[in-house]
T-cell receptor, first 117, second 115 residues
Framework: DTEVTQTPKHLVMGMTNKKSLKCEQH?????MYWYKQKAKKPPELMFV?????LSINESVPSRFSPECPNSSLLNLHLHALQPEDSALYLC??????WGQGALGEQYFGPGTRLTVT | AQKITQTQPGMFVQEKEAVTLDCTYD???????LFWYKQPSSGEMIFLIY??????QNATEGRYSLNFQKARKSANLVISASQLGDSAMYFC????????????FGSGTQLTVLP
């Protein structure tokens, strides 16, 4: 099973709301990622978790708060977002070490389309 | 630093024809992997094919093949017998051994298959 699931598929929120995006994988991967993608652009890395610990934060504003409760789950908590944060948010997972497991490719979920009004 | 360049913002191909999507890369690391992903309008990034820098043969996966020319630092994706469902955005990406968890993406190529 090479599936990464994300909920919700679509989310509309006001600038004062608090919401969360959820991601789940059951491939035994120990690295998980959050990406932000604007239309017709490549994904931009936001956060990387390795063995449930935050290893990379690409200078993301604090209104985005990631959480990795266990090796299968990844959350992204949203608070006081701006309209420019509207985008597709993609979760991905992979084996954490080069040369370990399969090919090292990242498997992506279907994404959450976020609109901030 | 690593860089991926995709010079074709948009490509058109007739159904059942073959098409090549270009990708060049730049890295000083001798150990790296090259990936192609397909992204339909629904949004999901679908992994297509992988080529390791030490692989002697070009990767193939069904109708997808990767034309890997190491000296020219190119990793072009060839799709044979195009189908209407191949219409999508295609991203080339690279991962290097020193940054094992991060992908560097190209800007993408929007492929449209014509009936």
């Amino acid at each position: 099973d090479t599936e990464v699931t994300q909920t919700p598929k679509h989310l509309v929120m006001g600038m004062t709301n608090k919401k969360s995006l959820k991601c789940e994988q059951h491939m035994g991967h120990r690295a998980m990622y959050w990406y932000k993608q604007k239309a017709k652009k490549p994904p931009e890395l936001m956060f990387v978790y390795s063995y449930e610990k935050l290893s990379i934060n690409e200078s993301v504003p604090s209104r985005f708060s990631p959480e990795c409760p266990n090796s299968s789950l990844l959350n992204l908590h949203l608070h006081a977002l701006q309209p420019e944060d509207s985008a597709l948010y993609l979760c991905a997972s992979s084996q954490p070490s080069w040369g370990q497991g399969a090919l090292g490719e990242q498997y992506f979920g279907p994404g959450t389309r976020l609109t901030v009004t | 630093a690593q860089k991926i360049t995709q010079t074709q913002p948009g490509m058109f191909v007739q159904e059942k024809e073959a098409v090549t999507l270009d990708c060049t890369y730049d890295t000083s690391d001798p150990s790296y992997g090259l990936f192609w992903y397909k992204q339909p309008s629904s949004g999901e990034m679908i992994f297509l094919i992988y080529q390791g820098s030490y692989d002697q043969q070009n990767a193939t996966e069904g109708r997808y093949s990767l034309n890997f020319q190491k000296a020219r630092k190119s990793a072009n994706l060839v799709i044979s017998a195009s189908q209407l469902g191949d219409s999508a955005m295609y991203f080339c990406a690279m991962r290097v051994s020193g940054s094992a968890r991060q992908l560097t993406f190209g800007s993408g190529t929007q492929l449209t298959v014509l009936p």
